[in-house]
């Protein structure tokens, strides 16, 4: 996602009345807590949210190593430490219920690559 995906992703959130809430992605054959390529890119992304007006987000991994069972953790990943976020299965009802195929189907994403902030819930 580029900067003017960014800029569409904010409009879509603002017109939507939405908050950014947290950004997601799965680990097709990984426990779900972030690898050292996620906690670096959430650091290398802590200067651009206030830049675009947005909180920082929660990450959301959610790991397929047990298909029938996905595994879905949520962490604060803030000056390189990542603690545990409290995510609701209220939240993640809502969330699996409006982007079941985004969330099942996004993957880990490779080195230099931004993660998918297209989670706006
Ligand atoms: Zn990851």
Redesign the pocket.
């Given at each position: 996602m580029d900067m003017q995906d960014f800029s569409v992703a904010k409009k879509d959130i603002r017109n939507k009345g939405l908050d950014l809430q947290v950004v997601y992605?799965s680990?097709p054959h990984?426990p779900a807590r972030?690898?050292i390529?996620?906690i670096k890119i959430a650091t290398d992304y802590e200067e651009i949210w206030p830049k675009i007006n947005l909180p920082i987000p929660a990450y959301l991994?959610i790991s397929l190593m047990e298909k029938s069972k996905p595994d879905i953790r949520g962490y604060w990943i803030k000056g390189g430490s990542v603690t545990q976020a409290h995510i609701t299965t209220t939240t993640l009802a809502g969330l699996l219920k409006t982007a079941p195929n985004v969330v099942l189907s996004s993957s880990?994403?490779s080195a230099g690559t931004p993660?998918h902030p297209g989670g706006a819930y």
């Open positions: 992605h680990h990984d972030p690898s390529t996620d991994l880990e994403p993660p």
